[in-house]
């Protein structure tokens, strides 16, 4: 039966031929039926629609439209209704499960309220939007954000309450969304709940991985890789949008031909193997604001899924290959790229997922009926790092090869478009693929990418010819063996704008990687952003003794949007009865923080001890390697003292967490060493509760929102100049804790806002680098003698064979040492003396937290935002209350 409403034309050139056809109650003129669309309308056609839909159908859709919950007994009647409907259960089997997809279905429908008003509010309005496309977005848990971010927790907290549930239970039925890995996921996530929270028109574009990353297991001491099966719950959360869909190539070739009207040459891309992308979408909510922004997350399926000739020929395996070669696509992030099989399919899930975000953005476009030099002015789209860098040949392609557009036209539009935001200083980390990988894969881009540098060049060869090695230098081709595309140099070319992501880093890249380049174009092209975090999720969320008590003190919540407000702990930070909450708020956590740990390991420790934390992927640069020879050191001097010495000591807990890449040798091997010298000092009698060392098994976010407010001390030790920023240095002071860390990253900046008494840092500085590296490959190695004696004891066997070390060892000693874990690691352990001093000392610890926490307004992730949309993309906010 068809439907009055399909009766209806959408067509939006032509109006109503009779009035009556609007305005009469009973009467629905036979018009023409319209094809629905599930993507939205144009302001036009909003209004042709609005005004053919009779005024009694109206009024009757708007007498039944869902209103989001207000109050606890609205919220207990959506509750028991999905408990009833949605769920198919009942009074008598509602389990902790249970109550929390009701509970998270309750939210999503507040949530999807808002999430329409939204995006009619912006097809109505067409401001110029922004586009994130992060490779990563490391979510978390969904339903307490959104519970807080809507300031409706306590409402359904009171209504879970009065059906025997309690809310800890329920949100600990979530597991974590496995769409990412480490600190590019989390600032993504934090971005977009900034720019929701900020009211900026934008959408999140991404992949909805069946498997993340792994699951971490440690088997023996060591890393153990296992599918994450996150999806096997029912995920509350996305919106499948299978009506959204968008066929992807791969393989295939060029083929030239002759266009009949202009008889110009032109090239398309054909005859290649077809993948399926299918739209989920991901609401997200801000803090204070009835806008809710939207993340797309792109799932692969195959064109064809069964071949059933095949399965009727008896060949049951082939008859759904297909089906399991497209679901690859997305089954795994970074899939293992030490092969070329790995290599090709990180390459196919870029492509899959730009060429899929970039269809949506261009349609939506298009709606508008725009000429296409408007693009840059109605869409922004932002690299979260070189993973996207393929949209910029993608962009171009369809502009030239589908639009026929020209070549300098559609060039301009592009480099217009994008930007582009670098994370690295590290050389050896930045993006390249070789090129026969390349062309075999994507035959049409590779054409495009060799004309892109053509042109580059030889405007790089106007701007300095007599400087050869300059084209050698800054050329899209690495003229290596084999031959690699240098996928940063695209994203420089093809951007508008290039930013790093501390000032540090961003001065770094300016004179280092990227010097050429600065050259090239000038410093204009290159600007910083501090990266922020989300005071919603980091302190409110992970930490809400401390978010309560700061709301006392500071008249309310109104912090959570103005972190700047945090100044005014300053006048609190001597104040004896305030230290006093605050120390209690901070045992309270290490006591949660102490139950975790002896729920995954079966370690009790000490609540009173000093609590310092290490907790990030696991990387030679960020020097967990350090750390744990610093521990043994403390062990080994522990060893050695009296009873009655021992008695003085600072009792320590040492808790390291992070998962190394599966094909990261060196990287597993520091895991290893972690829980081999756990092992012997967390059994060693004589040493008691004076030193623990914990390993935090599938460190994840929900695990950092019970260790972040936990900890006392918190290392960023990372060799000066390799850290980008960092965002965990500002999740761990912004709750308290100090920090232990080398003049890096946003280090610098920390200092520089909390103080210099409240940090603690050690180490050489970035300038010095390059000279001690130099230094290393042409003298001989002197270890620091309290490194000497922790290489003795590691090669004696007391942590285990000794061979099992030796690699870690010998980079150290014999291969340059080339992150200086030799030359940092006296000021290393002068530094961790001086904590051990400044602890005693409770109060003055405790002015010191006040003041840190005082001093990090200027590290939101709202300002990095706002500054984005500032300097780099040209948007404004558009509020959803403003009709």
Wanted: glycine share 6%.
């Amino acid at each position: 039966m068809t439907s009055s409403f399909e009766k209806l034309s959408l067509n939006p050139t032509k109006s109503p031929t009779n009035k009556t056809d609007c305005v009469d109650d009973d009467f629905v003129a036979p018009l023409r039926s319209h094809k629905r669309t599930f993507t939205g309308f144009t302001q036009k056609e909003m209004k042709v629609i609005d005004s053919q839909i009779p005024i009694k159908f109206r009024e009757t859709w708007k007498k039944f439209v869902p209103k989001p919950f207000e109050t606890k007994e609205e919220f207990q009647k959506i509750f028991i209704n999905h408990v009833e409907t949605t769920l198919a259960r009942s009074l008598y089997n509602c389990d902790d499960a249970a109550a929390f997809e009701a509970t998270a279905l309750s939210a999503r429908d507040k949530l999807i309220s808002s999430w329409n008003k939204t995006q009619q509010k912006h097809s109505i309005r067409d401001p110029k939007r922004v586009y994130y496309l992060s490779l990563e977005f490391l979510m978390g848990r969904a339903l307490d954000n959104a519970l807080l971010n809507t300031e409706t927790k306590g409402i359904s907290e009171e209504g879970i309450n009065d059906f025997g549930f309690r809310m800890e239970d329920v949100l600990d039925q979530e597991p974590d969304a496995a769409l990412g890995n480490g600190g590019l996921g989390r600032l993504a996530a934090c971005f977009m709940d900034s720019l929701t929270s900020t009211n900026q028109p934008g959408w999140g574009y991404g992949l909805r991985y069946q498997y993340g990353i792994f699951k971490q297991k440690i088997v023996d001491g060591y890393q153990v890789e296992q599918p994450d099966y996150w999806l096997t719950f029912n995920n509350p959360w996305e919106i499948p949008r299978k009506e959204i869909s968008v066929d992807i190539m791969f393989y295939g070739y060029v083929r030239k031909y002759t266009d009949e009207v202009t008889g110009k040459q032109c090239k398309t891309w054909e005859g290649g193997d077809l993948i399926k992308a299918v739209a989920y979408d991901f609401p997200v909510p801000g803090y204070g604001t009835k806008n809710t922004n939207n993340l797309r997350l792109w799932s692969s399926v195959p064109t064809s899924e069964f071949d059933f000739q095949k399965f009727n020929d008896g060949d049951y395996e082939s008859s759904v290959s297909e089906q399991q070669k497209a679901e690859t696509i997305t089954a795994v992030l970074y899939p293992n790229d030490n092969f070329y099989s790995g290599k090709e399919l990180r390459l196919k899930q870029q492509y899959f997922w730009v060429t899929a975000s970039l269809h949506d953005i261009l349609r939506r476009f298009k709606k508008s009926k725009r000429p296409w030099k408007e693009f840059p002015d109605q869409v922004a789209i932002q690299l979260n790092d070189t993973h996207p860098t393929i949209a910029i040949v993608e962009l171009q392609r369809i502009l030239v090869d589908l639009e026929h557009l020209s070549w300098d036209e559609a060039w301009d539009i592009v480099t217009k478009t994008f930007g582009y935001t670098n994370h690295t200083v590290l050389p050896e980390a930045l993006e390249k693929w070789p090129v026969d990988l390349f062309g075999n894969l994507l035959p049409r881009h590779l054409e495009i990418i060799y004309d892109i540098n053509l042109f580059f060049l030889q405007k790089v060869e106007k701007l300095f010819p007599n400087d050869r090695e300059m084209l050698s230098r800054v050329s899209v081709i690495e003229e290596s063996n084999p031959r690699q595309v240098r996928m940063a140099y695209l994203a420089i070319i093809g951007s508008h704008k290039v930013n790093g992501v501390a000032e540090l880093h961003s001065k770094l890249i300016q004179t280092s990687i990227f010097k050429d380049f600065v050259k090239i174009y000038g410093p204009d092209k290159f600007t910083n952003v501090t990266n922020g975090i989300t005071p919603r999720r980091w302190l409110n969320q992970a930490n809400p003794l401390l978010s309560k008590l700061i709301s006392e003190k500071l008249g309310g919540y109104g912090f959570l949007t103005d972190l700047d407000k945090l100044t005014g702990l300053k006048k609190y930070a001597h104040d004896k009865e305030f230290q006093a909450r605050w120390i209690e708020i901070k045992n309270a956590n290490k006591r949660r923080l102490a139950d975790l740990i002896k729920s995954q390991t079966g370690i009790e420790v000490n609540n009173e001890a000093l609590f310092d934390i290490q907790v990030k992927r696991i990387h030679e640069y960020k020097r967990q390697q350090l750390n744990i020879l610093g521990v043994v050191h403390r062990y080994l001097t522990l060893k050695a003292m009296s009873k009655e010495e021992r008695s003085k000591q600072v009792p320590r807990v040492v808790i390291i967490g992070g998962k190394s890449a599966p094909g990261y040798y060196m990287a597993k091997v520091i895991i290893k060493l972690v829980t081999s010298v756990g092992a012997v000092v967390n059994n060693d009698e004589e040493i008691g509760d004076l030193l623990k060392v914990i390993f935090i098994e599938d460190y994840n976010v929900s695990k950092a929102e019970i260790i972040t407010p936990a900890s006392d001390i918190s290392q960023h030790i990372s060799t000066a100049g390799t850290e980008a920023s960092g965002t965990s240095n500002m999740k761990f002071v912004l709750n308290g804790g100090l920090i232990l860390g080398t003049v890096d990253g946003a280090n610098v900046e920390i200092t520089r806002e909390i103080g210099e008494d409240n940090i603690f840092l050690f180490g050489h500085l970035a300038e010095d680098v390059e000279d001690l590296r130099h230094k290393h490959r042409y003298s001989q190695f002197e270890a620091s003698p309290n490194l000497a004696k922790v290489f003795e004891v590691i090669e004696s066997g007391m942590f285990g064979h000794p061979g099992i070390f030796t690699n870690l060892i010998n980079s150290i000693r014999n291969d340059g040492d080339h992150y200086l874990v030799n030359d940092d690691f006296q000021s290393y352990l002068d530094a961790q003396d001086l904590i051990d001093k400044e602890f005693v000392d409770k109060d003055g610890w405790a002015s010191k937290s006040i003041n840190s926490v005082a001093g990090m307004g200027f590290f939101s992730s709202d300002r990095a935002i706002l500054e984005y949309a500032d300097s780099i993309w040209n948007i404004e906010a558009l509020p959803v209350e403003e009709s």
